[in-house]
């Protein structure tokens, strides 16, 4: 049976591929999405891809995984840096997470290379553009179904 991943999205990410290509690239999210949807048949995996400005509804969405999910594929965006929230509701969920950032977080601003999520992320990606939802979701797999 496929088993389900939930990828979740932090603010702003609905706006993406509408500026600063040269950080986060051209693709919008909803091509995001389908990369993600076709890399995800091709794995066995069934997917529920979210984006949220709202750090309530993103912790919301976390905890529905609990009853839903294998496991969660986050970018939090900005919420990566300071959310305490999203890690607890992360630390309750009980099976694989993975990080993805577009952008090299580690090469920008040093407020950017602290994460909260990584003290609980599984796996982190960060620097391979969108392609890291892919590279997420193969890894996914992998920690799922050996
Ligand atoms: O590199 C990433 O994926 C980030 O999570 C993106 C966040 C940033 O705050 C993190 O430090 C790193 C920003 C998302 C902003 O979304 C965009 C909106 C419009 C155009 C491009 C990106």
Redesign the pocket.
Known sequence: MNKHVTILN????N??????PE??GAETLADVQARCVSTGKELGLSLAFRQSNHEGEIVDWIQAARDTSAGIVI????L??TSVAILDALNMFDGPVIE????Q?HK?ESF?HHSYVSHRADAVI?GCGTQGYCLALHRMSTLLNG
């Open positions: 932090g603010p702003n990410l706006l993406l591929g509408t500026r600063e950080i986060y970018n939090p965006a900005a990566t840096h993805v950032h577009i952008s977080i920008r950017r960060a």
